[in-house]
């Protein structure tokens, strides 16, 4: 069944360095998502980009986070220069239409992000 | 604002026993529920539900949507140690973002 593969699984960083987390989507899919999970509260939406555009970005998604999809199979996170409370499991998702209320999303297993 | 919640947060039961998980939703421009199972991985996906009062089942999972009351329910029945996950609930509306809820977080004994 196809899947969405991140990397790395796991990155511990210290605050004020640049992370970039990795994502494939699924090879079919146009549109794709980030999302993150801070350690016992809910997933949260970030982000979602089509199109080679960003279509949608939440509060949380700053100036200190951008996206990209530098060839035709990866979809990046990047984050500029981290801080603390940017800790969290990250998961990058796709979808094959856009509109999350008609269609389901697939999840990746999540890059967990420590940041010291 | 726009949120999902859902009860219990966690539920202890017994292996054979029958659990009943609780969503409420507040989504503009509502279209759709979806249900997931997360275990240490990936958010799996279980049911989309679009339309009210058509349950959706899957072996011994179901679901149910009421949009009139705007909640819905996801029933595991025989359950087995394998059932034990955290299951997320969350709505979709006329943008690309899901909104989640904290999930539930059921633990199956032997």
């Known amino acids: 069944e196809p899947e969405v593969t991140q990397t790395p699984s796991h990155q511990v960083t210290q605050m004020g360095q640049e992370v970039i987390l990795r994502c494939v989507p699924i090879?079919?899919?146009?549109?794709f998502y980030w999302y993150r999970q801070i350690l016992g509260q809910k997933v949260e939406f970030l982000v979602s980009?089509?199109?080679?555009?960003?279509?949608?970005k939440s509060e949380i998604f700053d100036d200190q986070f951008s996206v990209e999809r530098p060839d035709g199979s990866n979809f990046t996170l990047k984050i500029r220069s981290t801080k603390l409370e940017d800790s969290a499991m990250y998961f990058c998702?796709?979808?094959?239409?856009?509109?999350?209320?008609?269609?389901?999303?697939?999840f990746g297993a999540g890059s967990r992000l420590t940041v010291l | 604002e726009d949120k999902v919640v859902q009860s219990p947060l966690s539920l202890v039961v017994h292996e054979g026993d029958t659990v009943t998980l609780n969503c409420s939703y507040e989504?503009?421009?509502?279209?759709?529920l979806l249900w997931y199972k997360q275990e240490k991985k990936a958010p799996t996906f279980l049911f989309m539900l679009?339309?009210?009062?058509i349950e959706k089942k899957s072996g011994r999972l179901s679901s149910i949507l009421d949009k009139k009351e705007l909640f819905s329910i996801l029933n595991i029945t025989a359950t087995q140690t394998g059932d034990s996950a955290v299951y997320l609930c969350?709505?979709?509306?006329?943008?690309?973002?899901?909104?989640f809820g904290t999930g539930t977080l059921l633990a199956v004994q032997p």
């Open positions: 090879s079919n899919h146009l549109y």
């Open positions: 989504v503009t421009n509502f279209r759709s």
């Open positions: 980009f089509y199109n080679n555009e960003i279509s949608e």
């Open positions: 679009t339309s009210s009062g």
């Open positions: 969350a709505g979709g509306g006329a943008t690309n973002k899901l909104i």
């Open positions: 998702a796709s979808s094959s239409t856009g509109n999350s209320g008609a269609n389901v999303l697939t």
